[in-house]
């Protein structure tokens, strides 16, 4: 156990003087004991503490796109392309270089906990690693190695999108790397269970229902466990709405509601077009909003998120807000330290 000592420290909203805590092993905070005297087994910090951010949605191999977006005015399906690019050069070993490095500006930045959204789960070509789990282990030893908390959450990506009628498409070349069967994703979320524990917990994802058709949500609910945390992307885009509208006849998250669990919404953007308030026809969701106002270096439509996503159905009990920066807040430069690896220059796209 470590024993800490702080000058200063915000607890319950209030700044506290000499503030003792005690840490297990694991990490885990188990004593704050304000206006504890120093004794000569504390470890002595000094100014003011705070306790640490958690990242609630990150990305790690989109740390590749710095500096490389929003060129000429692109827009996202633009941007979309680059990513793929980016998404099609790396291994696990260049995984674990540049997850490493982008968990470490986290920690720099004051942010000890993240959940990665993970979906890049096989070659290029789309064969599966073995293990199949390989990228996830990359993800893993880098977090375990800088010293965050890394809840992975393993995302199932299992159709190349939706057109403009609501049809299933196939997965395209760039696409590969993502793509898997339910029952490949089920398979691999089982052998996932063998890389958790101290800092790192598995979590459960549905890309969008763009990637994932709703008929497969029960399986894919069924194999997560129940204390596991599930999220989504849902109304990332207008485009998204308005495919999965066509699919579906509702709102993503009316799709979502139908199909029952607890998610944390990523993005929940406002329905397009609005739709009138109602309640979903079976409300069997907890759908719990992790609003993302920057998306790497490009700002969000600007709205109301607690006003209009009513309008979608479902209702958002905890509104958590999470941002993914295009650097630390400490400006570092990416040469120095463990991040040297990760220079742009080993990851031309």
Known sequence: MTRLHLENALVDGKV???VAVDVDADGRITAVSPGTARTADHVA????ALPGFANAHSHAFHRLLRGRTDADGDDFWAWRDLMYRAAGRLDPDRYHSLARALFAELLEAGYTAVGE???????PDGAAYAPHGAM??????AARGVGIRLTLLHTAYLRGGLDE??????????????????REWRDRHEELAAITG??????????????VDPADLPALLEAADSDEPLHAHVSEQPAENAQVGAAYGASPVEVLARAG???AAIHRGPCDPPQPRRRPPARRIRLDGVHVPVNGARPRRRHRPRARTGRC???TRRWLRSTRRRRPVRRVPPTRGPRAPCHRAAFAL
Do not use: E, I, K, W
Not at 45 to 48: A, P, S, V, Y
Not at 168 to 177: E, F, H, K, V, W
């Open 16 to 18: 506290l003087a000499d």
């Open 45 to 48: 910090l000094d100014g003011l």
């Open 117 to 123: 959204f993970h979906y890049l789960h096989r070659r």
């Open 136 to 141: 996830a282990q990359a993800l893993a030893d």
């Open 165 to 182: 009628h609501g049809n299933p498409l196939t997965g395209s070349d760039a696409q590969r790397p993502f793509l898997d069967t339910a």
């Open 198 to 211: 101290p800092l790192v917990r598995r979590g459960a994802a549905l890309h969008s229902l763009r990637a």
């Open 261 to 263: 669990g607890a998610v």
């Open 313 to 315: 159905g479902g209702r």
